[in-house]
């Protein structure tokens, strides 16, 4: 069985070791550009040793932002500020991989620090917000229109021409954002997703968007691109997105090009009950794995480098995803290998702390390529 610090490889592109960055928004951003911020925030995990470096919910659309200082990626005046970044993590022997969102009805809302709500306008907000019906996420938040035919085109363009943008940039691995309660999953689940039309009703319509994009994206990008979804595996309420779905959802994502399947639960129902504990997660992607045979990511409540590498070793999920434990210690890569036993290059500059014979890092070369034309 591998081991978390042996080297993953998809669709021919290899990942040095499967700890993953899992995206989390800095809110940092103006006018979407990514900025010093965003470099020394991704780049040191990449020099702390995670194998994946994933970007934060991206915007494929400027009213696609959870919140105004959100990134986006909406405009080829974003592309260079992400090469800066993409080869940074580069030149750290870790791939790059940007995860591409549209918040729905959750857009325009304010960043943590500064309260709970809707952004005025004046504030830099916007007044219009979409989703598959008009249905509010909570009472506090905007109150969206339903998308139409044409307004759901012009989403499903927004995720190709990102995605063909972050090839331009050289990322390694584009992830589609389709949990927490954001535009694709509020059109999965029947508690948010209403319609009568072909985007609503049974599994076949809601899942309809996803897998549009899915097909678009990946009929737009190199071969060599990896392609993840991050799925809510549960709304964790009765009459929800649910775990059957979920595979069922998989088994028509597999044949579409979807190389990796980034397991999470929640977000689209506010306020829920969720039984949060340490891997909480884990058995929505086992189960995923398992049942589908796509590989498999678990986030959540992953903090000791026993427990990852135990879900890793024991065929539970393919890679971990860790977020809050790499926003406090950012070389929690290097400390783990140490701990485990496990050989892991060190930066060149790092060498004099690093253990006896330990390596340097070689550069890795971008994988992802232009875009087909």
């Not at 990322?171 to 309660?181: C, K, P, T």
């Not at 319509?205 to 190199?222: D, F, H, I, K, Y």
């Not at 069922?248 to 929640?266: E, F, H, K, N």
């Not at 135990?310 to 950012?330: F, H, I």
């Amino acid at each position: 069985m591998p081991h978390l610090f042996d080297p993953l490889t998809l669709r021919g592109v290899t990942i040095p070791n499967r700890v993953f960055v899992s995206p989390m928004c800095e809110y940092s951003a103006t006018d979407g550009l990514p900025n010093d911020w965003h470099l020394v925030h991704l780049g040191s995990r990449a020099v702390g040793g995670a194998g994946l470096v994933i970007t934060e919910a991206t915007a494929v659309r400027p009213e696609g932002r959870i919140s105004p200082q959100d990134l986006g990626i909406w405009s080829d005046g974003h592309i260079d500020p992400f090469a800066r970044i993409v080869r940074f993590v580069h030149a750290q022997g870790a791939r790059a991989g940007i995860q591409l969102a549209h918040a729905g009805r959750k857009a325009s809302t304010q960043r943590p620090w500064d309260g709970d709500g809707t952004v005025a306008e004046a504030d830099g907000g916007w007044t219009q917000v979409v989703a598959p019906s008009p249905l509010r996420h909570a009472d506090h938040y905007p109150a969206p229109i339903a998308l139409t035919e044409d307004g759901i085109r012009e989403v499903i363009d927004g995720f190709v021409s990102a995605g063909v943008r972050a090839c331009a940039a050289g990322f390694d691995v584009l992830e589609v954002h389709a949990a927490h309660g954001y535009l694709l999953h509020q059109f999965l689940s029947p508690l948010s997703n209403r319609r009568d039309d072909a985007w609503g009703g049974d599994l076949t319509g809601r899942t309809r968007l996803l897998r549009e994009v899915v097909s678009a994206l990946r009929a737009a990008c190199p071969d060599a691109m990896v392609l993840f979804v991050r799925l809510s595996a549960t709304d964790w309420t009765a009459g929800g997105w649910d775990l059957e779905q979920t595979i069922a959802l998989v088994r028509m994502l597999a044949p579409l090009g979807v190389d990796l399947i980034d397991c999470s639960t929640g977000g689209n129902v506010h306020r829920t009950r969720i039984p949060v504990g340490p891997g909480y997660q884990v058995p929505f992607a086992a189960a995923v794995r398992r049942e589908t045979g796509v590989p498999t990511t678990a986030v959540g409540l992953i903090t000791s480098a026993v427990q990852a590498e135990q879900l890793v070793s024991l065929g539970e999920v393919d890679a971990v995803q860790l977020a809050r434990e790499l926003l406090r210690d950012p070389y929690w890569p290097l400390h783990a290998a140490r701990e485990l036993g496990h050989p892991l290059t060190w930066p060149a500059q790092y060498l004099r702390a690093a253990p006896a014979g330990t390596q340097a890092r070689v550069p890795v070369e971008p994988s992802g390529g232009d875009a087909k034309p």
